[in-house]
T-cell receptor, first 114, second 118 residues
């Protein structure tokens, strides 16, 4: 299974950009990278996903390196409500059903400071 | 609210008891997943349903665990003879079937059921 590696924790000042890195050096060529976050005692919340090109939505931007071995999630103006654990996720194919399961790592605990 | 719902949100039980959790996926999502999350770890895949068929089961799903989705809508996860090691958050996720041009796989998670086994 492809694995992801993230720093265990980061701090960010409120209003500043939060840049969360992820290493996924074993990702296969046609696999997407997904980012979710989990606020304490809630289920994971989808943020963004990408394959090769950089992506942006109303929540965040995703920068994927050209070799696809790493990516960075950018929260452009972090607020206190962005304090959460952020997971960088790749999928693993389940051959018997043709579906995929998410492979979560241990994530990055982001604390936004007032 | 049209998101994934799970009940109960919290369950405390004594070792050896049976427990059952329920997941109601987003309407018209025919794919449903169960994950387990222990403290300080990311969620781990347990099982997958496509409509009413259970097509995947992880090694983590011991014989004491059983999951059903009888009508292809809501799903239940039962743990028999609970052990303290079963204490965890149990998460359900759903997604629609891929469209022809959609090869992505965004899963939508519920709030989870937190199980504590005493």
């Amino acid at each position: 299974d492809a694995k992801t590696t993230q720093p265990p924790s980061m701090d960010c000042a409120e209003g500043r950009a939060a840049n969360l890195p992820c290493n996924h050096s074993t990702i296969s060529g046609n696999e997407y990278v997904y980012w979710y976050r989990q606020i304490h005692s809630q289920g994971p919340q989808y943020i963004i996903h990408g394959l090769k090109n950089n992506e942006t939505n109303e929540m965040a931007s995703l920068i994927i390196t050209e070799d696809r071995k790493s990516s960075t999630l950018i929260l452009p103006h972090a607020t206190l409500r962005d304090t959460a654990v952020y997971y960088c996720i790749v999928r693993a194919h389940l051959p018997s059903s043709g579906t995929y399961k998410y492979i979560f790592g241990t994530g990055t605990r982001l604390k936004v400071l007032a | 609210d049209t998101g994934v719902s799970q009940n109960p949100r919290h369950k405390i039980t004594k070792r050896g008891q049976n427990v059952t959790f329920r997941c109601d996926p987003i309407s018209e999502h025919n794919r449903l997943y169960w994950y387990r999350q222990t403290l300080g770890q990311g969620p781990e895949f347990l099982t997958y349903f496509q409509n009413e068929a259970q097509l995947e089961k992880s090694r983590l799903l011991s014989d004491r665990f059983s999951a059903e989705r009888p009508k292809g809508s809501f799903s239940t996860l039962e743990i028999q003879r609970t052990e303290q090691g079963d204490s965890a958050m149990y998460l359900c996720a759903s997604r629609p079937q891929f469209g022809l041009l959609d090869t992505t796989d965004t899963q939508y998670f519920g709030p989870g059921t937190r199980l504590t086994v005493l």
